[in-house]
């Protein structure tokens, strides 16, 4: 297998997880006192990972470029996360979960790290709620469950739209036991920049401190990169505005393979694009596809006198609708996949049937949930032959228990009371299942650079299952990390301290502070903004919902040119030594101009669709992402060599023994 090893243990699959635990080396707990880990953010995945690791001994130094862990992106984590529990008692199972997710990323995912995500699932809902996280409840006081896209079974737990905030406090909570206890040293508003290697093992970062502005060196038998997801390439997603690439694309750099750099997903339910002006697109969570119901015009005038303004959706009968998802996907409804869900949007748009003034938007519709929940309260609240006006008020105190501050913050945002008119939302991308390539032990093609949550690639194949990101986050920190990472650190209990004062050192700080200067001495007419906008046209215009051979090549050609303009004509005020968010942003839209032009380059290889990744000259007559498992079951992990065109492709072909390949159906 060369470099690219997976180490997935052998046996059967229900049985590798648990052997491999048995069978790994361990580090004494004595010894684990001499050992120091670096981690490299603290949203969920860092931070569960940083709170287990110091709570066995390890001595850990958490980074993050927020002022507080309380600030990852994490925290804006809305719809919830999945456990096969079955406390519905609907028929899941830990397979049940592993089949779904699997069938869900489209069957390029590794069967082994999929099987114990789903085996660990169980125990973060027990470990959280340890913690204390307020998850939501039935009346009998038992922990509630919703769906989400891609299954037929509820297993979602969530905490009203807010399960990322409370999660984040849980997990936060816990590190700062450690904090107290002195097991972890808190690095906030430090930004790392890059890895030091030391005689081919990963020693220590290169981090700068976003106040003083001093570049720093920090040194550890091990360093995990958990920096999160590289959405934002797009300029426009529902990312937080600092979630970036730096961290991974540094590492990159200096050795780690990049895997799978073009599978994006792209998530159906987004409040639309308005206009130029705009930084951030908002998120309209997968949850409210529960009890939401989305379509457009089923006639092209109707949609056209919606756009311009005379007439409204409420207006619309029942017959003149078009339930487009209910319509293709009987089996699954509204609760399809999202890119599947996406792509149906685009393509009625696309035909002329998108409701708002860009015509890029569908309506999502509680008008038939209200009814339904407010004629189910009337009933159990003991009120005969109630009015209508009842049965609305009713409902809709049921749709605003569940969904209340997802409503609100819809009014806020759009102006309109979605209670009273269907909410309109468009595809906006969303999560990255590209990323660092790892092993099973969540360990890169670096020795001692290991990689969680949203930053490596490892479990949702071309497309992820809602509430699965958080799941994996939490499994990777508090259950598979923590164990995997001593396997590596049992060799170096005799190691000692790692010096920062090394030849190794001296020359990454010197290569990290040219590149600052670099970019400050540019002294160009553009802001940073300025490239990164248009860097996201290209990316949403040529590598989005729908690529082709020739508008890839063209963002190939168009994106190395304006990275070139970009160290030409970037203008970043300010200087090294002091607080400056522009020199910040400038580092990371330097590394998202090179990370572009790689995901166009594995877009364009990858002849085939599946998943989000979805190739126009590969689908069937229906439109459905048409994949080619003959030539493309694999892992595209990515060398870097110099430039991103000079990228070399290893292959880290996938083996699938539990599933049957399929033709991926939700109808
Ligand atoms: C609006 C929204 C709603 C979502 N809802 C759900 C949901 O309901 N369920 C679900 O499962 N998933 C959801 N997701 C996805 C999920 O929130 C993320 O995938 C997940 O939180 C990522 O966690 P993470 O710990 O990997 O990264 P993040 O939370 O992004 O944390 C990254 C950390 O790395 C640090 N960092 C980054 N770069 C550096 C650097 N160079 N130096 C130092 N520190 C660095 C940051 O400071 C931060 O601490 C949602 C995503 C969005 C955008």
Same mark, same amino acid.
Not at 448 to 473: I, V, W, Y
Not at 549 to 577: C, H, M
């Given at each position: 297998?060369?470099?690219?090893?997976?180490?997935?243990?052998?046996?059967?699959?229900?049985?590798?997880?648990?052997?491999?635990?048995?069978?790994? +080396?361990?580090?004494?707990?004595?010894?684990?006192?001499? %050992?120091?880990?670096?981690?490299?953010?603290?949203?969920?995945?860092?931070?569960?990972?940083?709170?287990?690791?110091?709570?066995?001994?390890?001595?850990?130094?958490?980074?993050?470029?927020?002022?507080?862990?309380?600030? @990852?992106?994490?925290?804006?984590?809305?719809?919830?996360?999945? @456990? @096969?529990?079955?406390?519905?008692?609907?028929?899941?199972?830990?397979?049940?979960?592993?089949?779904?997710?699997?069938?869900?990323?489209?069957?390029?995912?590794?069967?082994?790290?999929?099987?114990?995500?789903?085996?660990?699932? &169980?125990?973060?809902?027990?470990? #959280?709620?340890?913690?204390?996280?307020? !998850?939501?409840?039935?009346?009998?006081?038992?922990?509630?469950?919703?769906?989400?896209?891609?299954?037929?079974?509820?297993?979602?737990?969530?905490?009203?739209?807010?399960?990322?905030?409370?999660?984040?406090?849980?997990?936060?909570?816990?590190?700062?036991?450690?904090?107290?206890?002195?097991?972890?040293?808190?690095?906030?508003?430090?930004?790392?920049?890059?890895?030091?290697?030391? +005689?081919?093992?990963?020693?220590?970062? %290169?981090?700068? +401190?976003?106040?003083? *502005?001093?570049?720093?060196?920090?040194?550890?038998?091990?360093?995990?990169?958990?920096?999160?997801?590289?959405?934002?390439?797009?300029?426009?997603?529902?990312?937080?505005?600092?979630?970036?690439?730096?961290?991974?694309?540094?590492?990159?750099?200096?050795? /780690? !393979?990049?895997?799978?750099? #073009?599978?994006?997903?792209?998530?159906?339910? #987004?409040?639309?694009?308005?206009?130029?002006?705009?930084?951030?697109?908002?998120?309209?969570?997968?949850?409210?596809?529960?009890?939401?119901?989305?379509?457009?015009?089923?006639?092209?005038?109707?949609?056209?006198?919606?756009?311009?303004?005379?007439?409204?959706?409420?207006?619309?009968?029942?017959?003149?609708?078009?339930? !487009?998802?209910?319509?293709?996907?009987?089996?699954?409804?509204?609760?399809?996949?999202?890119?599947?869900?996406?792509?149906?949007?685009?393509?009625?748009?696309? /035909?002329?049937?998108? &409701?708002?003034?860009?015509?890029?938007?569908?309506?999502?519709?509680?008008? @038939?949930?209200?009814?339904?929940?407010?004629?189910?309260?009337?009933?159990?609240?003991?009120?005969?032959?109630?009015?209508?006006?009842?049965?609305?008020?009713?409902?809709?105190?049921?749709?605003?228990?569940?969904?209340?501050?997802?409503?609100?913050?819809?009014?806020?945002?759009?102006?309109? =009371?979605?209670?009273?008119?269907?909410?309109?939302?468009?595809?906006?991308?969303?999560?990255?299942?590209?990323?660092?390539?790892?092993?099973?032990?969540?360990?890169?093609?670096?020795?001692?650079?290991?990689?969680?949550?949203?930053?490596?690639?490892? +479990?949702?194949?071309?497309?992820?299952?809602?509430?699965? /990101?958080?799941?994996?986050?939490?499994?990777?920190?508090?259950?598979?990390?923590?164990?995997?990472?001593? =396997?590596?650190?049992?060799?170096?209990?005799?190691?000692?301290?790692?010096?920062?004062?090394?030849?190794?050192?001296?020359? &990454?700080?010197?290569?990290?502070?040219?590149?600052?200067?670099?970019?400050?001495?540019?002294?160009?007419? =553009?802001?940073?903004?300025?490239?990164?906008?248009?860097?996201?046209?290209?990316?949403?215009?040529?590598?989005?919902?729908?690529?082709?051979?020739?508008?890839?090549?063209?963002? %190939?050609?168009?994106?190395?040119?304006?990275?070139?303009?970009?160290?030409?004509?970037?203008?970043?005020?300010? *200087?090294?030594?002091?607080?400056?968010?522009?020199?910040?942003?400038?580092?990371?839209?330097?590394?998202?101009?090179?990370?572009?032009?790689? !995901?166009?380059?594995?877009?364009?290889?990858?002849?085939?669709? #599946?998943?989000?990744?979805?190739?126009?000259?590969?689908?069937?007559?229906?439109?459905?992402?048409?994949?080619?498992?003959?030539?493309?079951?694999?892992?595209?992990?990515?060398?870097?060599?110099?430039?991103?065109?000079?990228?070399?492709?290893?292959?880290?072909?996938?083996?699938?023994?539990?599933?049957?390949?399929?033709?991926?159906?939700?109808?």
């Amino acid at each position: 297998m060369g470099i690219l090893d997976s180490k997935v243990p052998s046996g059967p699959l229900a049985d590798k997880w648990t052997k491999h635990k048995n069978e790994i +080396d361990l580090v004494n707990p004595a010894n684990k006192r001499n %050992i120091d880990i670096i981690m490299v953010g603290t949203g969920l995945a860092g931070a569960s990972a940083a709170a287990t690791l110091a709570e066995l001994g390890y001595n850990v130094k958490t980074f993050c470029y927020q002022d507080s862990p309380r600030r @990852a992106h994490s925290i804006a984590a809305q719809g919830g996360i999945n @456990a @096969a529990k079955n406390y519905q008692g609907d028929g899941d199972s830990p397979y049940r979960l592993f089949y779904d997710t699997i069938k869900g990323g489209d069957y390029r995912s590794r069967e082994a790290n999929v099987y114990r995500l789903a085996e660990e699932s &169980v125990n973060i809902i027990d470990q #959280c709620v340890a913690q204390g996280v307020p !998850f939501a409840r039935e009346y009998g006081g038992l922990l509630d469950n919703r769906s989400f896209g891609g299954v037929l079974v509820s297993r979602t737990f969530y905490a009203k739209g807010q399960t990322g905030q409370q999660l984040l406090l849980g997990a936060y909570a816990a590190m700062n036991r450690q904090i107290n206890r002195g097991k972890i040293k808190s690095y906030t508003r430090h930004e790392m920049l890059d890895v030091v290697v030391v +005689d081919g093992k990963a020693r220590g970062i %290169i981090a700068r +401190d976003l106040i003083t *502005g001093e570049i720093e060196r920090h040194s550890a038998h091990a360093v995990v990169i958990a920096s999160g997801g590289y959405g934002n390439v797009f300029y426009l997603s529902t990312n937080a505005m600092g979630s970036n690439v730096t961290a991974a694309w540094r590492v990159h750099k200096r050795g /780690a !393979f990049f895997a799978n750099p #073009c599978f994006t997903q792209i998530h159906p339910t #987004c409040i639309p694009v308005s206009g130029d002006h705009q930084s951030k697109l908002t998120l309209m969570s997968e949850s409210l596809r529960n009890d939401g119901r989305i379509w457009v015009p089923a006639k092209a005038e109707d949609a056209q006198a919606i756009r311009e303004g005379k007439l409204r959706p409420t207006k619309i009968p029942e017959e003149d609708r078009d339930y !487009f998802l209910e319509r293709r996907y009987p089996a699954f409804g509204n609760l399809v996949p999202r890119d599947v869900a996406s792509r149906a949007a685009k393509e009625r748009c696309d /035909a002329g049937f998108g &409701v708002n003034k860009t015509g890029e938007a569908v309506y999502l519709d509680f008008a @038939a949930a209200i009814q339904r929940y407010g004629s189910e309260k009337a009933l159990t609240s003991g009120i005969k032959d109630p009015d209508q006006a009842t049965i609305t008020k009713l409902g809709e105190e049921v749709i605003a228990a569940k969904y209340g501050n997802l409503f609100q913050m819809y009014e806020k945002i759009v102006d309109e =009371n979605p209670y009273k008119t269907p909410m309109m939302i468009y595809p906006a991308v969303h999560y990255t299942m590209g990323g660092l390539w790892v092993d099973y032990n969540l360990q890169t093609t670096i020795p001692g650079c290991f990689s969680t949550g949203e930053a490596n690639f490892s +479990d949702h194949g071309a497309n992820r299952l809602g509430a699965s /990101a958080l799941m994996q986050g939490l499994a990777d920190g508090y259950f598979v990390l923590p164990y995997t990472i001593g =396997n590596y650190l049992s060799d170096d209990i005799r190691t000692g301290p790692i010096s920062t004062d090394s030849e190794a050192f001296d020359k &990454v700080e010197a290569e990290v502070r040219a590149n600052l200067e670099k970019l400050l001495n540019a002294k160009g007419k =553009n802001p940073v903004d300025y490239y990164h906008k248009k860097l996201g046209k290209i990316m949403w215009n040529k590598c989005g919902m729908s690529r082709n051979a020739r508008e890839l090549k063209e963002a %190939i050609e168009e994106i190395s040119a304006l990275r070139e303009d970009f160290y030409q004509n970037v203008r970043i005020p300010g *200087g090294l030594d002091e607080v400056n968010p522009e020199l910040e942003k400038a580092g990371r839209v330097a590394d998202f101009l090179e990370l572009g032009e790689l !995901f166009a380059k594995d877009a364009l290889e990858r002849n085939e669709s #599946c998943g989000g990744h979805f190739r126009e000259e590969y689908q069937t007559p229906e439109g459905e992402a048409l994949r080619d498992d003959k030539n493309f079951r694999y892992v595209a992990a990515w060398e870097y060599k110099g430039a991103p065109k000079d990228a070399k492709l290893h292959k880290e072909d996938l083996v699938f023994e539990n599933v049957e390949l399929k033709t991926r159906s939700y109808k």
